[in-house]
């Protein structure tokens, strides 16, 4: 996987995620399932021009859900927190007050 956008599918804005920021500095995304966490680095510090600290993935098992007689699943996701050094941020997310 060479192409950081096919890596980085998404951020995750969520509360959990505003805390995460304000605390330590870190940023929550959606991520490829086959990515490692050396890939999500070298994706993100290729996108945003930012130097990673650190990278935490957590991989998401689908839900069985079911409407009326049918049944199905939710697709099984992975998440990605990633942690800039001291002083770097992301501009993009940053949100003007």
């Known amino acids: 996987m060479k192409n950081p956008r096919k890596i980085i599918i998404q951020p995750l804005i969520t509360e959990k995620g505003t805390h995460i920021r304000a605390d330590a500095n870190g940023y929550v995304f959606k ?18 021009d930012v130097d990673v ?18 049944t199905g699943k939710r697709a099984s996701w992975k998440k990605a ?13 940053d949100v003007v007050q």
């Not at 086959?34 to 510090?45: D, P």
């Open 81 to 93: 927190l990633v942690f800039l050094s001291e002083g770097q941020s992301i501009k993009e997310f």
């Open 53 to 70: 600290r650190k990278v935490n993935t957590i991989n998401y098992k689908g839900k069985p859900k079911s409407l009326g007689r049918f």
């Open 31 to 48: 991520v490829n399932k086959n990515a490692n966490k050396i890939e999500i680095k070298n994706a993100i510090e290729e996108l945003f």
